[in-house]
């Protein structure tokens, strides 16, 4: 919402819906769904996912949901079947280990967030390859899987599947801190959702983000910075693009 979206509905297993009113921002919409005996976000939760999608403009999909078997499949159906654009982080991501072509179903852009274990584990290959060839590896699999990937980390890659590139120069390592790469994935969400193509909005979160990052660790200190410093320090790092 700082980075720009309009209205944001957050998915929720019904069981914690209650409580998580009751410390959310005033702003933000839950939306009670199915869930497991565990306590996540079930299969059986996908029909009224689709509904919502309906009325909105982009999904975020990852960040939280748990790895249950049943929510691995829930996320697989939804990128099988969702028409928007789409960010995939977290364990959506996991959800998608061996299953990546998957990707070719979607219809809508997709933007993709691993930072370098996540992007070895996701493609089944040596984290030390990743490592060592960021641009290639980020650029190779976003042409493959025609998507956009953000490989973050230290001068965070961003690849398209048109062979566009940019390398990320804001950012600290105090940002690598619990939540940080969940505030990433709500700015290139609310990107998306102003219009921006996925590879633009990709390139101009992670800037922002970093920037955000920069802004706030001069008050806070690297060492103290936590995701929702960020978050407030976003309408500055804005003002200073503008």
């Given at each position: 919402m700082r980075a720009g979206a309009g209205l944001v509905t957050l998915g929720v297993p019904k069981s914690i819906n209650l409580a998580i009113i009751k410390i959310k921002p005033p702003e933000v919409i839950t939306l009670d769904l199915a869930e497991t005996k565990k306590g996540s976000l079930s299969l059986a939760a996908?029909?009224?996912i689709s509904l919502m999608l309906k009325k909105t403009e982009v999904l975020i999909i990852g960040p939280g949901l748990g790895k249950d078997s049943s929510t691995y499949n829930l996320v697989?159906?939804?990128?099988?079947?969702?028409?928007?654009p789409m960010?995939?982080?977290a364990d959506a991501l996991n959800a998608l280990r061996n299953n990546l072509s998957i990707l070719k179903k979607h219809q809508g852009e997709i933007v993709l967030t691993p930072h370098h274990k996540e992007m070895a584990q996701l493609c089944g290959i040596p984290l030390e390859k990743v490592l060592k060839r960021r641009k290639f590896v980020a650029q190779t699999y976003a042409r493959h899987y025609n998507t956009t990937i953000i490989l973050k980390g230290h001068n965070t890659?961003?690849?398209?599947?048109?062979?566009?590139?940019?390398?990320?120069?804001?950012?600290?390592?105090?940002?690598?801190?619990?939540g940080s790469g969940d505030v990433l994935s709500?700015?290139?969400?609310a990107f998306l959702a102003q219009g921006l193509k996925a590879f633009d909005a990709a390139k101009y979160a992670v800037h922002i983000h970093g920037l955000?990052?920069?802004?706030?660790?001069?008050?806070?200190?690297?060492?103290?910075l936590?995701?929702?410093?960020?978050?407030?320090?976003?309408?500055?790092?804005l003002k200073k693009c503008s």
């Open positions: 996908f029909n009224e697989k159906k939804i990128i099988m079947h969702c028409t928007k960010v995939i982080d890659v961003v690849a398209s599947s048109n062979n566009d590139l940019y390398i990320n120069k804001t950012g600290n390592p105090g940002m690598a801190t619990a709500g700015i290139v969400g955000a990052g920069d802004i706030a660790a001069k008050e806070k200190t690297q060492m103290g936590i995701a929702s410093d960020i978050i407030n320090r976003i309408p500055d790092a």
